[in-house]
Structures are given as C-alpha cells and as structure tokens.
C-alpha cells in the first residue's frame, strides 16, 4: 500500500508537471481559435519535430493534438500570409511577389479587396477577433528621400502611417490590434508598431518584440473570455525571422549546444525525426547538402553563436506560447479552443549583413549607436547593434531532412510543422500524425466549417474567387479530408506542382524541371524526369494552365 501511494502521488505529480488536465463537458458555444503563425521556422526547429531547441509548450500542444507530416505553405513569409488569411492562392489575394505595388493583377502588393480575411468572415459568425504580431499583406510607404526613410527606420522623424489606413487590420476585420505593419523588425525597437491604426512612439527600456506580442495576445484572451462570443485571435510572430536578436539570458541556455557543428546536429536531428516516428528513413533519406566541414570553419565560434541565437529566439517564443495557453486554462477556455501552429516558410538561406541599412533596415539605435551588419562575421549575433542571419549551411540544418529553404518550392521551402490542437474536437489519438496533405488556404474552409460562417461570393459587389481550400476537420477524426488533386506554387520564378505523390519542381535559379515521387522519396532526392517524360509534360502543362487562371502571368515588365 505504501509503494501503491507513493506511485500514485509520483504520477500525480508528473501530471502537474506536464500541464495535464480533462475536458470538460463540452459548451454549445463555437469554439475559439488562435492562429499562431511563426515567421521563418525550420521544419526541425520544435522539439516535437526532431529539434535540440526546449519547446515544452508546443510539444504539450503537439502530445495532446496532431502534427501533421506535409502541410503547405507558399514559401515567402507576405505570399503566405495572404493565402493563409484569404483561402486563396496568394497571387489571387494580390500578393504575388513582396509588398511592392506593380501593375498587374496578381502583384498589387496587399491583399485586394476582392477578397475576404479570415477575421471579417469570422465577425460575420459573432466572434471577436484580434491580432498581434506582424502584418506585412498591406503596400509599405516609402519616403521619397532615403536620408528620410532612413531617418524613420531611425526613429528619429515621424511620418505618421506606415501603410494605407484602408488596408491596416483594423480595416479588414480585426476589432484589435497589436503589432507591426512591415515586415522586418528590430526586436527591442520594432519599426512600423502600432495600436489599432496609432503608431506607437516609445517603448519601454525592457521591450522585447516577441514577448509583447504573446503577452497582448493574453490580455486579449483575459478580456474576450469575458463575453458569451467566441473568439479568434491572429497571432503573427516575428521570430525566428533575421535579425538574430535574442535576450542575453536565453542565448546563454544554447552557449555550447552548436559547437558540435552542423552535420552532427542535423545528424542528430534526423535520427531523433525517425526514432519518434516522425519520417520514415527508407521514405525520406537524409537530403545530400554542401555543408563544408566544421572542425575546418574558420568562423565556427561566430557560426555557433548564431544558431545560439535563432534557438533562444525560438525559445523565448515558445515560452510566451505557454503564457497563452495558461491564460486559457485560468479563464476555462483551453478545452474549446482550437490551437493551431505553423510556420509561414522554411528557414531562410539570406545573408541580411549584406543588405545593409535601407528600406526597412535601420541604421542606428534610437538612442545613437551605430547598427554593425556583420559581413565579415566582425560582430556576434544578438544585440540590438548587429544585423545577421543563419546563412544557408543553418538553414538547411533547421530544414532537416529537407532540400533547400525559404523561397524555394522544394520541401525545405514549402513544407511547415504544423500542430492542430483541440481538447474538445479532436478525436484522432492525441500526439499522432496526420498525413493529410494540407495547405494554408485551407484554414479558410476549416473555420467556416467550425464556426458555422459561410464564405461569401461577392463583396461591396465585386466578386470573390471560389477557395481551393479544403477543410481539415475530418482530419482532427482520424480521416482523410478532401483535397484538390492538384497543389500548386510560384514565386520570383521558383515553381512546382503536386498531384498525388508525384512533384514536378524547379528552383528560383534554374527554371529546368525537375520530378519527384514522394510516395517513396519526401526529401526529393532523386530526380526522375528522365525516365517519366511524359509526367514531366502533363504536370508542366497543368502548372502552366493554373498560372494563367490564377494572375500569376504575366508579371510585371514582361
């Protein structure tokens, strides 16, 4: 008797350690959703994906929910998030390339206002709606002098709004908001920071981006749980995106983790993807890439430093992460929420030292100090005064086992992590995988089909594309959700088409096609245009056929 309660007391507590808790009887009232969309994440960058990186609050999510093995996104983090809030391919949203305005259809630089957010079709189901993070689907306002634009980024002069007020949140169905209008940001000092549609001119001496966001995102949470109406609450992160800023005490959890190098930690990511299920080794070999040699790396003590930081942003993010869910759990929310996670492309190949300042790049700090863009590696990552990024040979260790990265329509580039969890509605067996092919138009039909909302044809008399995308709630059931036959991808030039296993696919530089099938092969490690010639023509023709219905030609000054 006296072990039999010692091991129930253990068991308790292991319980309380992992945040256990039961579902409570179901409400009637729709559920709640929060969309958390990380910015430039690896496909091996959570713990529950394979990584070295302490991700508890997301792996808690992926133990009592799904991951799913081939989700979509488009590659580019504003192309995604037009699909992602439109459920439409990003060039029908209008943002089919950055966020420049060009003179044609399928490249206005915003998402259009032919089309419908998330949010404003969420509104017309009564739920409150919020975001927090980065925007970046709005047309960005550049002074016309670069000493002023370069002064803004600088914080030093104020040129009031960063975008059109029209196409702000606020404008397109979000009752609040808390974030950044641009893309890239400072992470102690993040230009283009707004409240609703006021700029916010000073933050605190202790700001750190990421925890602003996830720390509104809760008192969102606080003040929404209040009402009968459900909610949904956008929440756009900025991490890992470059610059790799990070607080000094979570850099210090990663000081010696990457000193092993980058084979040895992809090595040991792979093995930890296969040993947990994750990927099949005789299904996805581990992609060949050009990593040279570590112990010969003349800069591997500034090589480690940055992924140090990348991990500690990841971290940090994962820990606000946890406070959402906390702050679910104290209002008694949690059970009827759906928790969704993904990231908007794979890790990024840039080298942003070589930008330089400029466009929405500053400078200096706001208090005076020059900003050091480290190309000759001259400065470590992690201050606000430095500009680096993770560089292509890191990249490709946070795409294991992929080929290639942000950008590219390879699987490196395209295919996210993604975690669906619901207490209340999911029925497939918690911390299983899903090998339903998804894309993030999809969430479109998922919450239409949640809430009870309908996507409407038209708006202010002007019609709607039809969504492509397919719900995935007969996923969260165990089943297969429909899905189109065919998925397709372009940006700046980089291309592909699925239809079932088979992948024809071409790189931003190289526009030859290349076939894959990734029923047997998902890290496209073997090219077989040469022997199904045929496929190579019937999937280019259909590529072709879509890009022309789709406002993805012709581009701007061709």
Not at 62 to 68: D, E, S
Not at 103 to 123: M, R, S, W
Request: hydrophobic share 35%; with cysteine; net charge positive.
């Amino acid at each position: 008797m006296k072990i039999l309660c010692k091991l129930t007391l253990a068991l308790g507590m292991v319980g309380i350690m992992l945040g256990a808790w039961k579902a409570k009887t179901p409400s009637r009232k729709s559920p709640n959703i929060i969309l958390i969309l990380a910015d430039d994440l690896g496909y091996s960058d959570l713990g529950c994906y394979g990584s070295e990186i302490h991700t508890p609050n997301l792996d808690f999510l992926a133990q009592h929910g799904l991951r799913y093995r081939q989700f979509y996104n488009t590659s580019r983090c504003c192309p995604t998030r037009a699909a992602l809030l439109t459920g439409l391919y990003n060039h029908q949203a209008g943002i089919g390339k950055m966020t420049d305005a060009e003179n044609q259809p399928g490249y206005q630089g915003h998402i259009t206002d032919q089309t419908v957010t998330l949010a404003e079709v969420l509104k017309s189901a009564g739920y409150q709606t919020a975001m927090t993070g980065k925007w970046h689907v709005s047309n960005t306002l550049v002074q016309p002098k670069g000493t002023d634009q370069q002064a803004w980024l600088n914080h030093q002069k104020d040129f009031g709004t960063f975008s059109p007020l029209e196409q702000y949140p606020t404008r397109r169905g979000f009752d609040k908001f808390f974030g950044t209008i641009w893309g890239v940001v400072d992470f102690f000092d993040p230009f283009s920071l707004v409240n609703g549609t006021e700029p916010v001119r000073q933050v605190p001496k202790d700001y750190y981006h990421t925890d602003a966001i996830n720390d509104t995102t809760v008192s969102y949470i606080k003040s929404f749980a209040s009402s009968e109406k459900p909610f949904f609450i956008y929440v756009a992160q900025n991490a890992p995106h470059w610059p790799l800023q990070a607080r000094p005490e979570d850099i210090a959890k990663y000081e010696k983790t990457y000193q092993a190098g980058w084979q040895a930690i992809r090595q040991a990511r792979y093995e930890r993807m296969v040993n947990m299920g994750l990927i099949r080794a005789d299904q996805a070999k581990l992609a060949p890439t050009d990593l040279p040699d570590w112990q010969a790396n003349p800069t591997k003590d500034w090589d480690a430093r940055a992924m140090s930081v990348h991990a500690a942003m990841i971290d940090r993010m994962d820990q606000g992460i946890g406070r959402i869910i906390q702050a679910l759990k104290q209002t008694g929310e949690l059970d009827n929420t759906l928790i969704v996670f993904l990231s908007d492309n794979g890790a990024s190949s840039e080298n942003c030292a070589a930008y330089g300042p400029g466009f929405d790049r500053p400078s200096e700090t706001r208090d005076g100090r020059k900003i050091v863009y480290a190309t000759e590696k001259q400065a470590l990552p992690g201050p606000q005064t430095t500009y680096a990024s993770l560089g292509k040979h890191w990249a490709a260790v946070a795409n294991t086992p992929y080929r290639y990265w942000k950008a590219e329509s390879y699987e490196g580039g395209v295919n996210t992590p993604f975690i669906a969890f619901w207490p209340q509605g999911i029925t497939a067996s918690k911390g299983s995988y899903s090998d339903q092919v998804g894309h993030v138009m999809d969430l479109m039909a998922t919450v239409c089909e949640l809430s009870g909302a309908r996507y409407p044809t038209q708006i202010n008399g002007k019609a709607i594309p039809v969504s492509t995308g397919r719900s995935l709630v007969p996923s969260f059931k165990g089943k297969s959700a429909d899905w189109p036959t065919e998925l397709f991808n372009e940006h700046f030039g980089a291309r592909s088409v699925r239809q079932g296993s088979w992948k024809l696919v071409s790189t931003a530089s190289d526009s030859t096609w290349h076939l894959y099938n990734l029923k047997t092969d998902r890290t496209e490690t073997l090219n077989l245009a040469a022997q199904h010639p045929e496929k190579v023509t019937e999937l280019a023709r259909l590529w072709q056929r879509w890009a022309a219905t789709h406002q993805v030609l012709p581009k701007p000054g061709r």
